[in-house]
T-cell receptor, first 113, second 114 residues
Framework: AQSVTQLDSQVPVFEEAPVELRCNYSSSVSVYLFWYVQYPNQGLQLLLK??????LVESINGFEAEFNKSQTSFHLRKPSVHISDTAEYFC???????????FGTGTRLKVLA | DGGITQSPKYLFRKEGQNVTLSCEQN?????MYWYRQDPGQGLRLIYY???????QKGDIAEGYSVSREKKESFPLTVTSAQKNPTAFYLCASSIMLGTEQPQHFGDGTRLSIL
């Protein structure tokens, strides 16, 4: 069975500072990894995904995540955050050959002026 | 623009009442999903459907029912058997059933008990 852990429920950070949102997973088979963002009272939007190939993946709005197989992690980073990045971020894992996504419990990023 | 439409945005249920949440997509996706979101618990899968006239239970299907009579539509009924229905409900779709496919989400329906 797969599982995903987002240890930080809330992360406050000042505007223009760097941020890292942590995601660790466990799986006995190969996995696909995703980060989604959710703004208040909205659905989830795909931010980036790792399926195969390069372990560093980037989004169009400056976020990046690196797949680290040995540490079973897929941390999300941004070098300089904006107020508009305030949202909840969900890491999700799925196992090759299954239908199911497992979502983490989410990390609420609050960017302070 | 293609997307997923959920309605209503807010819904109130009386004790003993069944309520139905609507989910419509115009993305031409085969697979559709219903999730329940509670604070601090992430998303939990209620039902999913791979194709028209076929659907399967997810992790927390008790007290819920679905139908998939059309490719575009996947309504969720919250029955009176669901004793704790207050939550945010999200509908999603993907091109096909398969976990390498990203899921597209609607904007959710917030259900509360009167």
């Amino acid at each position: 069975a797969q599982s995903v852990t987002q240890l930080d429920s809330q992360v406050p950070v000042f505007e223009e500072a760097p941020v890292e949102l942590r995601c660790n997973y466990s799986s006995s088979v190969s996995v696909y990894l995703f980060w989604y963002v959710q703004y208040p009272n909205q659905g989830l939007q795909l931010l980036l995904k790792y399926l195969s190939g390069s372990t560093l993946v980037e989004s169009i709005n400056g976020f990046e995540a690196e797949f680290n197989k040995s540490q079973t992690s897929f941390h999300l980073r941004k070098p300089s955050v904006h107020i508009s990045d305030t949202a909840e971020y969900f890491c999700a894992v799925s196992a090759s050959g299954t239908y199911k996504y497992i979502f983490g419990t989410g990390t609420r990023l609050k960017v302070l002026a | 623009d293609g997307g997923i439409t959920q309605s209503p945005k807010y819904l109130f249920r009386k004790e003993g009442q069944n309520v139905t949440l609507s989910c419509e997509q115009n993305l031409n996706h085969d697979a559709m999903y219903w999730y329940r979101q509670d604070p601090g618990q992430g998303l939990r899968l209620i039902y999913y459907s791979q194709i028209v006239n076929d659907f399967q239970k997810g992790d927390i299907a008790e007290g819920y029912s679905v139908s998939r009579e059309k490719k575009e539509s996947f309504p969720l009924t919250v029955t009176s058997a669901q004793k704790n229905p207050t939550a945010f409900y999200l509908c999603a779709s993907s091109i096909m059933l398969g976990t390498e496919q990203p899921q597209h989400f609607g904007d959710g329906t917030r259900l509360s008990i009167l």
